[in-house]
């Protein structure tokens, strides 16, 4: 009898894709097998804007997140080589990124058995460059068959193997510490503030406009496929390489002028990096006029779970509350101003390098 479960046949038909089709298939083949082979331990994120980065890996209950920008090559010759041209242009500066070619053969449905994972500053310098149709461009040859004079050889990783190169980041397999238990009663939701995903989405869509009007091109605001953990977007500022999280967590208020703010303990984790933002709406669904942006690290302390007065605002958080129209401004500073790479406080997710 046959299998049941064994796959069926790759399609006969043929794929006539344009490069802009071929180009987000191919991301989506990495990151598929990337979230696979993180076997749960981590998430895959996508910018709401492409500003030169495709992928973010991260490690779940962290902000260990490293940058990929994938190119997807087509044309292969018979002896298993590929030669791609990237413009100079093209290619941004990621400290602790990586560039991912990938193959994705004919009918373009799964990712050749290997790819090469190659570490931005490594393909700088190995990497002849060449001028094209007047463009200035790094020119990639490598062997998807593998071979002994493949310079790439080192950075290549079989598919069946991405398991071991996520593990093999620095940090990855570091145990992450358990969350300070809060001394305070954990209170029951009010009635209508669970499960109310319309207040929750609205607020998160006023979250990353607000930043990417404030932050521009000098960030990237990312979000995970499939949300697993507190992070609510994460922040990439690209001048510093650096990363930042929001939690979101979206209120209506009525004329009680009371909100429940409840974060779900289980999956938190505190980071210097990561930030609770209470959004409030007023029952017309507008922003209110001041939000509370609270540090992580003082969420133990509050209360996973609270009921807050807004008028007036329950003193404990009085000096988390800022005007709406400042949010963005004052998170990226707050987050990202003065933050050197040596300081100890940042997140481990960047200037990473893994050999395959």
Known sequence: ?????????????????????????????LGVALAAAASGSGTVARPLIDRGVDLYLRRLRSLLTV???????????????????IAVEDLHHLSGGYLAMVHVPPPHDQ???????IPDREFRERCPRTVSHAIESYRFIANFGGSADDIWSRFAVDVEGLAEWIASIPGWLRPIPPLPATGKRELALLPGDAGNFSISGLGTLWVAAELERAGGDGITVVEDRVRLDPVTLLVHHLGTQRFAGIHIRAAIFNETRRIHFDVKQP???????????????????????????IPSRDLPELGYSETVTLDPLTKRFLKYRIPSEEFAATFLGKAFAGRLPQDPGLDQGTHLEIAG
């Open 67 to 85: 940058p990929i920008q994938v190119k997807g090559c087509r044309h292969v010759s018979p002896d298993a080589i590929v030669t791609e041209e």
């Open 267 to 293: 999956h938190f984790f505190v980071d210097g990096g990561l930030w609770v933002l209470l959004v409030l709406l007023r029952p017309d669904r507008r922003i209110h006029d001041f939000c509370l942006l």
């Open 1 to 29: 009898m046959r299998n049941p479960l064994k796959p069926p046949r790759r399609p006969s038909w043929r794929s006539e894709l344009t490069t802009a089709q071929f180009g987000p298939i191919a991301e989506d083949l």
């Open 111 to 117: 990712l050749y058995r290997r790819l090469y994972l």
